[in-house]
């Protein structure tokens, strides 16, 4: 029987080895959002919770900024704004290739304890041009 922890052990090790490269993986895409990114992100998020139309458009293209209106960005306020103003905690999840835009993943928490959203965040060029919250 003693034969078998050997092998029990490399096995261990292998999983230990696997776990620490998920996690320092894990460090890396969070170091991967630029804190300019970060900072048009939190802005947008502020001027949802405040219902300011203008502040959430001026990081955009003008494709996002004629493609959103106030009435969108009332809905989301309405459903979104207390419970940003209660508090919230933004964990950068990494970031995508799509269409040309790189798109930044954040897990939104919200101190309300309730269910968490994703936002999704595109930028081309510097420019937003696109922005879901799920």
Do not use: C
Request: hydrophobic fraction near 40%; glycine fraction near 10%; charge should be positive.
């Amino acid at each position: 029987m003693s034969h078998f922890f050997p092998d029990r052990g490399f096995r261990v090790g292998r999983l230990i080895l696997v776990i620490s490269l998920v996690l320092a993986g894990g460090r890396t895409a969070l170091a991967q959002t630029p804190d300019s990114i970060e900072a048009s992100m939190k802005k947008m998020l502020a001027a949802i919770q405040s219902n300011s139309y203008d502040d959430f458009v001026a990081s955009g293209d003008a494709a996002f900024k004629s493609g959103m209106s106030k009435q969108m960005l009332d809905g989301v306020s309405t459903q979104l704004g207390p419970r940003l103003k209660q508090g919230y905690h933004p964990t950068a999840l990494g970031k995508l290739s799509q269409q040309g835009y790189t798109v930044y993943l954040w897990k939104l928490e919200f101190n309300d304890k309730k269910d968490d959203y994703l936002v999704k965040m595109a930028v081309k060029d510097g420019k937003v041009g696109g922005f879901l919250l799920q």
